[in-house]
């Protein structure tokens, strides 16, 4: 490579890098067809326990309280809507929150796992955000993984007596992160390094999005918890209705 | 919120089966990514928007928007595959610094554009499928494939309620913003949540009543939707069939 075409390269790459970086940052969707079509089959293969987990619970619950199902119904567009807003940002650039968080800490993980790949779905036909055959690695980053996280790290902290606005913000802000780290280690199983493997690959993914996704997670937190403490104040009975009132108090 | 949804309703081929165009859209993908070779890809991305845009009758413009959505994660995904770091270098040096090396190898630019173009051919194909067939028409096609009721349910209740819940948050938005809301970060933050907040509280005000409309009208448990009925015309099947013949030459014949 000459200098000439050495010096493109460098421009082209931080070209890249800049450009990358501005237009709207989404919580990491994998996009249509970015994914090997075994990875494709295999991460959807994954997520069927946990859907199935879910689908019985709200069937459970469906069973002792019908009117749920349009409460469910309503939480499911409620966290569509919230990832589709823009979020005030520091830097400028327009990003969105997952919700998943949320969602984890109002509904419960298992009928989140449900909620969040309708929404994933309605994410993909109606904003193109995630794709049909990447449906199944998404789901299970975004609507299972940060989840669990979500709702163990809150669970813990209000176990170790933690202030309960510092509970869900941390819940929200590391079950953002670890989506992230669910994404990147996704990609890098597909897409592994020609000299470092996989870990190599991780370490590269993790990194370049690292600028968009490290803010969001902590302004994700920040809202979630400035959400819930809206509802505490404003809404104890019907948060009450979906089964929160369990870890109220 | 402008949605695909809008453009799917005003698609020229909004009358064509919609299970049809869900196997040919889910064919094409799947021949798309399995494949894996450039002129796939090429002929995919070429065709399917050749489908969108005369077929459709989107237009160039709106149909390039859409295109970009992806763009930031296409970027940043290709740059990190592309990129190498190791303490020796194997291809192009981009920097070195920290007894480190930034590379990319000789193969890494052809992987690139491959990935690009397979991403961009899949989300074309997405594209023709979503942008001519609005969802409830989508969900009816999940219906037909034995999705549990209760989840096809859902979805058509969700597919609603995003729409209210959207208008009812826009005009709370706009009486935040005339209230100087969104001001600075700190109140942005505060607006933000506040608002988030105060539209689930209205939001289960609502779903209470719906629930009682819809007890009012009967509801046992069993929501039904009515779907068009569209027939699928011989010429149509055979199109699809041989679409896919073509790509599954391009993948044998094309190295």
Known sequence: MSKKEKSIMKLATAFALAFGIVPSAFAMHIMEG?????????????CVPFLAAGFFSIKKTLRENRKAMTILAMSGAFVFVISSLKIPSVTGSCSHMTGTGLGAILFGPSAVGILGIIVLIFQAILLAHGGLTTLGANTFSMAIAGPFVSFGIYKLCRGLKVNKLVSVFLAAMLGDLFTYCVTSIQLALAYPSEVGGVGASAIKFLGVFAPTQLPLAIIEGILTAVIVMTLETYALPELKSIGFSKEVG | METIDHYAYASRMRGINPQLKAAVAMGTLILCIGADRFWVSVTVLLTMSAVILWGGGLTFLKYINLLKIPLGFLILGTVAIVIEISSRPFGYVLFHGFGHYVWVSKEGGVTALKLVLKAIGALSAMYMLVLSTPASEIIGVLKDLRVPKLIIELMHMIYRFIFVMTDTQRLMKQAAVSRLGYQDFKTSCRT??????????????????????????CYDGELLFLSEEKGVRPWQVMAALSYFLILILIYILVP
């Open chain 1, 34 to 46: 970015y994914l090997p079509v075994k990875y494709c089959i295999a991460w959807g293969a994954i």
């Open chain 2, 192 to 217: 933000f949540g506040s608002s988030a907040g105060n539209l689930f509280v209205v939001s289960l005000k609502r779903a209470g009543t719906y629930y009682d409309a819809m007890t009012a009208r």
